[in-house]
């Protein structure tokens, strides 16, 4: 149950303008909400910092004049961040970089701290012209990422090294012989492996190498069906 607000209580809710004024001292300050929260107690305290950020989201209705106050008086400590136009030529620097390392928003957002909260939907937003102006920290911290930028070795993908060679062509022979142990049997593939209780292989996947889905396959699923299939022939009902 929340919490009932005293008298003093603000109303953030109606005094909208006061998140208005924290929202304009954090972009005067460039200041993130756990730097913030350390200048008050000298401490990483996730607490304060997530009371602070839910605050200026506008997910808190009531707060103190004392806790407006301080988070005011945190902010006053610090001073003016200097921020800077994106210019055509810094975006074209930017783009230079991007397209001599072969490297995308997702993988600049991805080596950047998490704290400056440059994701790759902010970077878009630089040139899409959503944002006109960012802190020049930031600008300069994209583009020392860029400068020094050395992609990670390709990644050695697995089915090609291991998966590939384990699968074995489907062959038309193999198909005649699987049909004929159906007919033979009578037993379709769902009911055979009820039959046996088998999980190692779905009948859906059975199908699909009979409907010709399916080319290739693991040999020894293709031996499992032949062999369940076998056992049925001797298996009572």
Not at 33 to 54: C, M, V
């Amino acid at each position: 149950m929340p919490k009932k607000p005293s008298p003093n209580d603000i109303d953030l809710f109606h005094e909208k303008e006061i998140v208005q004024r924290l929202h304009a001292e954090r972009k005067r300050t460039g200041v993130s909400f756990r730097k913030l929260s350390k200048a008050l107690d000298g401490t990483n305290n996730k607490r304060a910092e997530h009371r602070i950020q839910n605050i200026l989201k506008g997910q808190v209705r009531f707060a103190s004049k004392a806790e407006i106050d301080i988070l005011l008086w945190a902010y006053s400590r610090f001073p003016s961040a200097e921020r800077i136009r994106l210019t055509p030529s810094r975006l074209s620097k930017i783009e230079n970089l991007m397209r001599e390392k072969n490297v995308s928003f997702t993988q600049i957002s991805r080596s950047l701290p998490r704290y400056l909260k440059l994701d790759r939907n902010v970077l878009r937003s630089w040139f899409e012209g959503r944002a006109r102006s960012t802190l020049r920290a930031n600008y300069e911290t994209v583009i020392g990422l860029l400068e020094g930028y050395n992609p990670p070795p390709p990644k050695i993908k697995i089915y090609d090294v291991v998966l590939q060679p384990a699968f074995a062509e489907i062959t038309p022979e193999f198909i005649e012989r699987l049909q004929r142990e159906i007919k033979r049997t009578g037993i379709p593939p769902a009911k055979m492996l009820r039959r046996f209780n088998e999980r190692r292989i779905k009948a859906a996947t059975i199908n699909a190498w009979i409907a010709g889905r399916i080319k290739s396959a693991r040999p020894e699923s293709m031996c499992l069906v032949i062999e369940l299939y076998e056992r049925a022939g001797t298996q009572s009902p």
